[in-house]
């Protein structure tokens, strides 16, 4: 599919004009609905696979690129990746009807904190990582959830792979105090990713970040209450679920990788997607990307020092 | 206040109520300050009077003085009831010096107040015209330049701004007016008095008076690097207006900070009100800047704060601070090519809103403990000191191994928990953390931090403990940082080891 619309691009002599036409138009469509102003009035950058992105494409072009998981189950869902000038809503699951717990928001969270080590991933390329050019950060809250959960440490930030010197806190007094806060953010077009962490965004505020976070195609990713209502105008939702971790490459009584179930709940570019059931995935610290958590690695550990062949999702090759 | 009857401020004195302050029409009277209300009403039974409220004097003097802003940033009160204002360099802008004489002291009328000014080389000298020189009907006195030493020569002694029992010894002395001090070989004024210290304390002051010492005086604010203002004719009231103005301003003092290639840290917008009162809104900034449109964004935002009242005659904007604007920061980029601006920007407008201490990053601070090993700073501040430093993006590295397991969370203190565990140096096997429980399905660890004993090298009952920190994980994947503070053995055991929640992984 990514090809067909290169070879449109470029001018080719195209295979099937009529799908091409329709594509583009949809695109336009798709464009417009979402308030982009400065986005090429064709198809967009996020058009175009990553791979293909040719080396002489503007930085403009680069930070509006779509970005992806790593993990081509899910990838396949969000064919042009996560849209870089949008709002993305991640939610944990409710343990109880009524409420949340930590666990439940630091599902949400930890998903949130890996999707933005993908976006700076995919933003920084080799070579500006050579001129040591790193994008800056925000994460933003009201005071009360930070009471309830403490402050970014950096030393976990680190672990995680994300910069910590990078990285902006801002702690408000009001979650309405947040939403302005991340929307002033947004506008700034000095952030790689903008991180908001809320009980809820009604339907005006979560319109406007939507609408800054397209200006400046600076993606926003609002983790809300797990049990709250599901806010308006994003372009995706995700349920996302803490699963056991995956087995420790050494030691079997200690945690392992990271794993989520996510779901995705809203695809507002492709409806179709929505419906899909949740899929379990495994976060790598080494390649810093999601990949399918590997059910074989999921037996118990006796089995697997038996068998003494499982390699576990993290070292294996893709 | 009635003008047309006598009228006196009293205050509770040891002999009853003595007579602080009076009107005109008391002084004509012959009603001086000093004496006790009830002579003065022995002579003068229709003499009305209230408390004396010096406190409320001393706070409305300075409003004044915030006000008299307007005619010269380096200004202040003088005693109990005047003011001073450094006015060099500021006399054209009202078209010259008597026409600026005029305009403080018709301001000053029109508001109510009785004023005497006067107007000279030196501080001294002008303190002792304004007090001691104003001719009978008139509201000014200015002595031309260069002629200080004639213009205060018939003056009273007691305008140099000596003590009293100073002035009464001039005068035992037969030195009467300043004049007769001129001629008095200096050496010879100190053998006249009976302490060295009195006589030093009548050359100083006169020195000062004639400008052959110098008198640094503190000013009420901190003066301002470079500041521009805007007159009106007409009072603004509209915030249209104001801000248009404001924009006029900043673009202005925006091209003059770009000449000397200078930025501001530090702006403040002082609007002088038709009615004497004066308010003003400050911004900072992380990086200087001599952006225009970036310095009216910060204002702009403080505008709900900005209280016009009866009109804005005049508008002020300091660089309150500048420093030097590197070629790097004139456009705010990261680099070259880059899509990202420099965030400083940002940071600026949400301090602006939230507050400096509302936006932190976070920097290494010198411990191994894990919550003091990183400090969270103001962004503005860091961003301030490092975008000064003569590496260009300076970066203070982080004491951390590469591979660390830490939470991304952690807690403001340690919660305490309530723990199971087999054996007592094992892991827990579950515990309870905001009254619910959780069973521990898989524990990494111990890593073991020892503490800071230095610290407490001085506090005997404080014995430093050790902590063992474990990474586990409950049935559902949560993972939790936890740690045993103490050992079973080994060290004081006069305490049990206790457990605490200290960080969530992300």
């Known amino acids: 599919m990514g090809e067909k619309h290169l070879s449109a691009e470029l001018g080719k002599p195209p295979g099937n004009v009529r799908e091409a036409v329709i594509e583009g138009l949809r695109s336009r469509i798709l464009s417009l609905e979402r308030h982009a102003p400065r986005r090429g009035a064709w198809a967009s950058a996020a058009q175009i696979p990553e791979s293909a992105a040719p080396s002489a494409a503007s930085q403009r072009g680069r930070q509006e690129l779509g970005w992806k998981l790593g993990c081509p189950a899910v990838d396949a869902l969000l064919p042009a990746g996560f849209e870089a000038g949008a709002l993305h809503e991640i939610k944990g699951a409710p343990s109880t009807k009524e409420g949340a ?38 994460w933003c809250w009201p005071r009360s959830l930070s009471a309830e959960f403490g402050v970014p440490s950096a030393a976990g930030l680190l672990g995680l792979g994300l910069d910590p010197s990078r990285l902006l806190i801002v702690e408000t007094g009001r979650a309405s105090e947040a939403l302005n806060a991340i929307e002033e953010s947004l506008r700034a077009q000095s952030l790689a990713v903008v991180i908001g962490v809320l009980d809820e965004a009604d339907l005006t505020p979560a319109r406007r970040l939507s609408l800054a976070a397209g200006e400046t195609a600076t993606p926003c990713l609002l983790v809300t209450h797990p049990a709250s209502e599901p806010a308006a105008a994003t372009a995706t939702r995700w349920r996302v679920k803490r699963q056991p971790t995956g087995p420790h490459v050494f030691d079997p009584r200690a945690p392992g990788a990271s794993r989520f179930s996510i779901a995705l709940e809203r695809c507002k570019a492709r409806p179709e997607s929505a419906a899909q059931p949740a899929v379990l995935v495994e976060w790598s610290d080494e390649t810093r990307r999601f990949d399918l958590a590997s059910v074989v690695a999921d037996l118990p550990a006796e089995t697997r020092r038996v068998g003494g062949g499982a390699i576990p999702a993290a070292v294996r090759p893709h | 206040m009635p003008s047309r009857q006598p009228f006196a401020l009293i205050e509770s004195g040891a002999h009853g109520f003595a007579i602080t302050a009076v009107n ?153 007016r300043i004049g007769q001090l001129y001629d008095i070989p200096r050496d010879s004024v100190a053998r006249r008095f009976r302490s060295s210290d009195v006589a030093s304390a009548v050359l100083v002051r006169l020195d000062q008076a004639l400008g052959v010492a110098e008198e640094p005086r503190k000013p009420m604010q901190p003066l301002p690097v470079l500041s521009v203002t805007r007159a009106f004719a007409e009072p603004l009231i509209s915030s249209e207006a104001l801000e ?133 700073l103001s962004a503005l501040d860091v961003l301030a000191a490092e975008s000064s430093s003569r590496v260009s993006s300076y970066a203070p590295p982080w004491p951390y191994p590469k591979r660390l397991e830490r939470p991304a969370f952690l807690l403001a203190r340690p919660e305490p928990i309530e723990v199971t565990a087999g054996v007592p140096a094992d892991p827990p096997k579950s515990f309870i953390w905001r009254r619910v429980e959780r069973r521990v399905v898989r524990a990494e660890g111990p890593e073991r931090i020892a503490s800071e004993w230095w610290l407490s090298l001085d506090d005997e009952k404080k014995k430093p403990r050790t902590r063992d920190y474990y990474r586990i994980e409950d049935q559902k994947g949560a993972l939790y940082w936890v740690f045993r503070h103490g050992l079973y053995e080994g060290e004081d055991t006069s305490e049990r080891p206790s457990w605490f929640l200290h960080g969530l992984f992300a």
């Open chain 2, 244 to 376: 248009a103005f404001t924009g006029e301003l900043a673009a202005e003092l925006a091209a003059a900070l770009a000449e000397k290639d200078l930025g501001a840290r530090v702006l403040r917008l002082t609007f002088y009100r038709a009615d004497g009162t004066a308010g003003s809104i400050a911004a900072a900034m992380s990086t200087p800047s001599h952006d225009a449109r970036h310095m009216l964004a910060l204002l702009k935002e403080k505008f709900p704060d900005m209280d016009a009242g009866f009109g804005v005659d005049l508008l002020r904007l300091d660089a309150v601070r500048a420093g030097e604007s590197g070629a790097t920061q004139k456009r705010f980029t990261a680099g070259e090519g880059s899509p990202f601006r420099h965030p400083s920007e940002l940071i600026d407008r949400l301090v602006n809103r939230f507050g400096n201490a509302a936006i932190t990053v976070l920097r290494p601070n010198g411990s191994h403990i894990p919550e003091r090993a990183e400090v969270r």
């Open chain 2, 24 to 176: 005109g029409e008391a002084a004509r009277l012959g009603i001086e300050p000093g004496i006790s209300l009830a002579d003065a009403r022995a002579a003068h039974p229709g003499l009305l009077s209230r408390p004396a409220e010096p406190e409320k004097d001393r706070i409305a003097l300075l409003k004044l003085a915030r006000w008299a802003g307007r005619y010269g940033p380096n200004r202040h009160v003088d005693g109990k009831d005047g003011l001073w204002i450094d006015i060099t360099g500021v006399a054209h802008l009202f078209g010259g010096e008597e026409a600026l004489l005029d305009d403080i002291v018709q301001r000053l009328q029109s508001f109510g107040i009785a004023v005497q000014a006067g107007l000279a080389d030196t501080l001294g000298a002008a303190h002792a015209l304004a007090r001691f020189g104003c001719p009978p009907g008139a509201a000014w006195v200015m002595s031309p330049i260069m002629e200080t030493r004639e213009a205060i020569a018939s003056l009273p002694v007691e305008a140099l701004r000596l003590d009293p029992s100073c002035v009464l010894l001039l005068k035992r002395l037969g030195l009467k």
């Open chain 1, 101 to 138: 717990s930590a666990a439940d928001w630091m599902s949400g969270i930890g998903f949130a904190v890996r999707l933005a080590i993908r976006r700076i991933d995919a933003l920084a390329g080799q070579e500006r990582k050579a001129r040591g050019e790193r994008p800056w950060l925000l």
